[in-house]
């Protein structure tokens, strides 16, 4: 049985309270908005996984830029954080750990390789499984993530020119974002998106065990 790993949500506070500033923002579909952050000399020691704590919501963080002191998190947006937009202020309660992950011994997903990886991001790890997938710190060649969306994805998708086996084949999309990093990773959608699988996690881990048994 191939290694498959998933992420839980249970965190490790590494950073203090800080105070910063919203200096860019853009609405994306789905109900979420990049933040862009001015970044402090904690930044440095910020890492793909992390999660900012801001009030009573979870932030994932996706990347930064040390040279121009700004960093990028994904808000989901609801009644309580509406109005967290350029040019306000912002209170991180904490700059938490989110990336906790562990084998999924019952389930036989299949992944690009033999001896392959397959990272599933659950709706509320979206923004921690991009953040990863940017970071590169798994090998390209043996890793696949896969992202389960209940709402519009909140960045382009595109038709990938990467081959995955072992996947049905109408499941052809991948984040723009990730194709020109190619990175390897498609999309599980009921939003009837074009090259998303269109169904559940549990859907598509039970249709890929029965083409396994079927070879």
């Known amino acids: 049985m191939?290694?498959?790993?998933?992420?839980?949500?249970?965190?490790k506070?590494?950073?203090?309270?800080?105070?910063?500033?919203?200096?860019a923002h853009i609405d994306l579909p789905g109900g979420y908005r990049l933040l862009r952050i001015v970044a402090g000399d904690w930044v440095q020691h910020v890492q793909a996984g992390d999660v900012f704590v801001i009030q009573n919501d979870m932030l994932p963080y996706l990347r930064h830029s040390i040279a121009e002191h700004k960093v990028d998190?994904?808000?989901?947006?609801?009644?309580?954080?509406?109005?967290?937009?350029?040019g306000q202020p912002l209170e991180i309660i904490a700059i938490e750990h989110a990336m906790d992950v562990h084998a999924i011994e019952e389930k036989?997903?299949?992944?690009?390789?033999?001896?392959?990886?397959?990272?599933?991001?659950?709706?509320?790890?979206l923004g921690v499984g991009l953040s990863l997938a940017l970071a590169d710190i798994y090998p390209r060649q043996n890793t696949l993530f896969l992202f389960e969306l209940t709402a519009a994805a909140p960045f382009r998708l595109q038709p990938s020119r990467l081959y995955i086996p072992y996947l049905p084949a109408e499941m052809t999309a991948n984040f723009s974002m990730l194709e020109e990093k190619q990175v390897?990773?498609?999309?599980?959608?009921?939003?009837?998106?074009?090259?998303?699988?269109?169904?559940?996690?549990?859907?598509?881990?039970?249709?890929?065990t029965r083409m396994d048994v079927h070879h």
């Open 13 to 23: 506070s590494n950073m203090p309270f800080v105070t910063t500033s919203i200096i």
């Open 73 to 86: 998190v994904l808000l989901k947006v609801n009644e309580k954080n509406h109005a967290l937009i350029t």
């Open 184 to 208: 390897a990773a498609r999309v599980i959608s009921q939003q009837g998106l074009p090259g998303c699988f269109d169904g559940t996690m549990e859907e598509l881990v039970s249709r890929i």
């Open 2 to 11: 191939k290694k498959q790993l998933f992420f839980n949500i249970m965190v």
């Open 108 to 125: 036989k997903l299949r992944s690009p390789t033999d001896n392959g990886t397959a990272i599933i991001a659950t709706p509320d790890m």
